[in-house]
């Protein structure tokens, strides 16, 4: 379920986790403020394991793929 932020009338933020299909909040449940959903600079992707992003790429580019470890040895 995704976590959504919301600032208040006199500036606070706070989250919230709702479902996709909700609508957006109109006021703050503590407080009772109005309030406005806003878009926060960290999204919600999280890489683990290897992958491209670890073993492909670095500030120089694509990596150049080393034939010496597909070669056949039969």
Do not use: W
Request: with cysteine.
């Amino acid at each position: 379920m995704p976590t959504y932020v919301y600032r208040r009338e006199d500036g606070s933020t706070f989250e919230v986790q709702q479902r996709i299909t909700e609508d957006p909040l109109e006021t703050c449940p503590d407080t009772g403020q109005d309030v406005e959903r806003i878009i926060t600079d960290q999204p919600g992707v999280i890489f683990k394991g290897e992958g491209f992003h670890v073993n492909d790429y670095d500030e120089y580019g694509p990596a150049e793929k080393d034939d010496s470890d597909d070669a056949d040895t039969s």
